[in-house]
Antibody, heavy 126, light 107 residues
Framework: QVQLQESGPGLVKASETLSLTCSVS????????WNWIRQPPGKGLEWIGY?????????????NYNPSLESRGTISLDTSGKQFSLRLRSVTAADTAMYYC??????????????WGQGTLVPVSS | DTQMTQSPSSLSASIGDRVTITCQAS??????LNWYQQKPGKAPKLLIY???NLKKGVPSRFSGSVSGADFTFTISSLQPEDFATYFC?????????FGPGTTVDVK
């Protein structure tokens, strides 16, 4: 059973960088697309981006990001540490959200998010 | 981006009711549509993938269908544990996008 667990600072100041990590158990790091999704309080879901293993060593991966981030986001992969991370630069109050990590198996016929972490709330303070 | 809309945004229903939610995409997404359930304070859970297919372990009272550009999610007989918010999600195009959600609450 795949299990995901987010961890992060709990609070970020505006203009600084938000950093989150998702720890993975029960799954091969090289067999999934690893995603970040966020949900502002009381609002809907926004896909942030994904990374998947590109076969060229730990930390390397192919990524795709939501253009709404305006190039502020970076997702990285640590296969040996069994985790992946999100860095979001120059945050504003609009980045306040519950942040989820989620996975999709590389062989899946659909791009669905089969496993999710419990989420971590990141308020951005001014 | 492919924009997803859902209707209604909320509905009130009673145990045993048949509940139907509709999702539309701003452009053709073929059958690239999934449905999720989210309860307060919890992460979403995948219920249906590729329009029709129930994820393993999901009760058969949940179903999905499509007619033209309208994707439909149905609960045939609402149970107490089904009060939640439901989201559709398309994966035909990047960025992946979700509908705004439909909240099903107690009538």
């Amino acid at each position: 059973q795949v299990q995901l667990q987010e961890s992060g600072p709990g609070l970020v100041k505006a203009s600084e960088t938000l950093s989150l990590t998702c720890s993975v158990s029960g799954a091969s790091m090289t067999s999934y697309y690893w995603n970040w999704i966020r949900q502002p309080p009381g609002k809907g879901l926004e896909w942030i981006g994904y990374i998947y293993y590109s076969g060229s060593g730990s930390g390397s991966g192919r990524t795709n990001y939501n253009p709404s981030l305006e190039s502020r986001g970076t997702i990285s992969l640590d296969t040996s540490g069994k985790q992946f991370s999100l860095r979001l630069r120059s945050v504003t109050a609009a980045d306040t959200a519950m942040y989820y990590c989620a996975s999709r198996h590389e062989d899946s016929s659909t791009f669905s998010f089969d496993y999710w972490g419990q989420g971590t709330l990141v308020p951005v303070s001014s | 981006d492919t924009q997803m809309t859902q209707s209604p945004s909320s509905l009130s229903a009673s145990i045993g009711d048949r509940v139907t939610i509709t999702c539309q995409a701003s452009q053709d997404i073929a059958n690239s549509l999934n449905w999720y359930q989210q309860k307060p304070g919890k992460a979403p859970k995948l219920l249906i993938y590729d329009v029709y297919n129930l994820k393993k372990g999901v009760p058969s009272r949940f179903s999905g269908s499509v007619s033209g550009a309208d994707f439909t999610f149905t609960i045939s007989s609402l149970q107490p544990e089904d009060f939640a918010t439901y989201f559709c999600q398309q994966y035909h195009d990047l960025p992946l996008t979700f509908g705004p959600g439909t909240t099903v609450d107690v009538k």
